[in-house]
Nanobody
Framework: QVQLVESGGGLVQAGGSLRLSCAAS????????VGWFRQAPGEARRFVAA????????FYADSVKGRFTISTDNAKNTVYLQMNSLRPEDTAVYYC??????????????WGQGTQVTVSS
């Protein structure tokens, strides 16, 4: 089992920045790729970004390219999502998930509990 805990969410004005963290514990000696997803009220959970455990490859949704950056600190078993130039439409609960780098939620075996990001206009 892998446990994932997100943190760093909050309320920010449009144009501001936040950094989300996803801390992994448990079977972390088995390296997993990690993705970030978000879910707004009444909407499906959508892919945001993903990174291989080595950090060699990253993937982004078109809506966040150039504004969000995903990175990993293997020594801390933590994956980060730096979010800049935030927009009200970025408001959602953000989840990290382990096991893949695809855009499909069913490809990920482990999920965190989510952290709320609210961007005010």
């Amino acid at each position: 089992q892998v446990q994932l805990v997100e943190s760093g969410g909050g309320l920010v004005q449009a144009g501001g920045s936040l950094r989300l963290s996803c801390a992994a514990s448990g079977r972390t000696f088995i390296r997993y790729s990690v993705g970030w997803f978000r879910q707004a009220p009444g909407e499906a959970r959508r892919f945001v970004a993903a990174i291989t455990w080595s950090g060699d490859s990253t993937f982004y949704a078109d809506s966040v390219k150039g504004r969000f950056t995903i990175s990993t600190d293997n020594a801390k078993n933590t994956v980060y999502l730096q979010m800049n130039s935030l927009r009200p439409e970025d408001t959602a609960v953000y989840y990290c998930a382990a096991g893949s780098t695809t855009r499909w939620t069913q490809d990920y075996g482990f999920w965190g509990q989510g952290t709320q990001v609210t961007v005010s206009s």
